[in-house]
């Protein structure tokens, strides 16, 4: 078994969006029944499943373990420590905290996935992302849900020195906008799991048309960051039912800012004046 402190169920959330879809089941059955796995024989827990015996092999050691009976002993580890993984609240926020007790932990939460971020960062990355948004003539930011909203955010951020910046929010005009675009245009995905049908067909269209795009997720190993150009990896660990915490867009929010900020830097009298103009052009919104 895998000589650290994180526990299976971390392991299986870490992990998730890059399982295929009948490991996917396997990961569910296990979430759903932590306390019942660990008595499963493994042929029991593939019919339980619905799947072949070699697929709980397969799955025992995308997550690290040589085998099932040390899978299974580690099933038995965490569920001794009576830890739901189905938690929907954000960190390690339980019903009984008190609100002194879940404002730290959420602070506790949320600086975390900014160190993850940082400790993640590929410096290297991050200055190759910066030279295509330098040179592409457009940059289209795009996502799906609430990864969407990060995206427009990003458009928003870039659009205060630089008028090439737009955010495609519709999936279907997002492969649209691929098929549409020049080679030297750029794509800016947003996508924690890097795991959506959507984008996998956005980016398609994008290499058919020889488009370079930028991923921002979780999971450098997933389906989409094996098709993007580059990948950026962000931190912040959250399962399906935390979908869309304020800690993982904590964590790609504060990835954008050093983007945005390395971008920004190669040419600072440029991007000042323009965001001078963009000041005088909304000073009179304000009272």
């Given at each position: 078994m895998p000589n650290d402190n994180?526990?299976?169920?971390?392991?299986?959330?870490?992990?998730?969006y890059a399982l295929t879809a009948s490991e996917k089941k396997v990961a569910d059955y296990v979430l759903s029944n932590q306390?019942?796995?660990?008595?499963?024989?493994?042929?029991?827990?593939?019919?339980?499943?619905?799947v072949a015996e070699a697929t709980i092999s397969r799955?025992?050691?995308?997550?690290?373990?040589?085998?099932?009976?040390?899978?299974?002993?580690?099933v038995a580890n965490a569920a001794s420590q009576h830890k739901p993984w189905n938690n929907p609240l954000s960190g390690e926020v339980e019903e009984t905290d008190s609100l002194e007790?879940?404002?730290k932990k959420l602070c506790g939460a949320?600086?975390?996935?900014?160190?993850?971020?940082?400790?993640?960062?590929?410096?290297?990355?991050?200055?190759?992302?910066?030279?295509?948004?330098e040179k592409a003539p457009r940059v289209m930011c795009m996502g799906q849900g609430g990864s969407m909203i990060i995206a427009t955010e990003a458009c928003h951020l870039f659009?205060?020195?630089?008028?090439?910046?737009?955010?495609?929010?519709?999936?279907?005009i997002q492969a649209m906008a691929a098929a549409a675009a020049d080679p030297e245009d750029v794509i800016l995905f947003i996508s924690y799991?890097?795991?959506?049908?959507?984008?996998?067909?956005?980016?398609?269209?994008?290499?058919?048309?020889?488009?370079?795009?930028?991923?921002?997720?979780?999971?450098?190993?997933?389906?989409?960051?094996?098709?993007?150009?580059?990948?950026?990896q962000c931190g912040s660990h959250q399962n399906p039912l935390q979908s869309g915490?304020?800690?993982?867009?904590?964590?790609?929010?504060?990835?954008?800012?050093?983007?945005?900020?390395?971008?920004?830097?190669?040419?600072?009298?440029?991007y000042r004046s323009f965001r001078a103009r963009m000041a005088d052009a909304l000073a009179d919104q304000h009272l």
């Open positions: 994180v526990s299976v169920y971390e392991r299986i959330s870490n992990e998730y306390k019942g796995t660990q008595f499963l024989s493994i042929s029991e827990l593939a019919n339980a499943c619905e799955f025992c050691r995308r997550l690290g373990y040589k085998g099932y009976n040390v899978f299974k002993l580690a007790d879940i404002s949320e600086i975390e996935a900014l160190n993850q971020t940082m400790e993640l960062l590929n410096l290297d990355a991050v200055r190759e992302a910066a030279d295509l948004l659009s205060t020195v630089s008028n090439k910046f737009t955010a495609v929010g519709d999936s279907h799991s890097g795991s959506t049908k959507a984008m996998m067909d956005t980016f398609k269209q994008a290499e058919l048309r020889k488009v370079r795009t930028i991923l921002v997720t979780r999971f450098p190993n997933s389906p989409g960051a094996e098709l993007a150009d580059v990948v950026l915490s304020i800690p993982a867009r904590i964590a790609q929010l504060y990835l954008l800012d050093v983007l945005f900020s390395e971008f920004t830097r190669r040419n600072m009298d440029k």
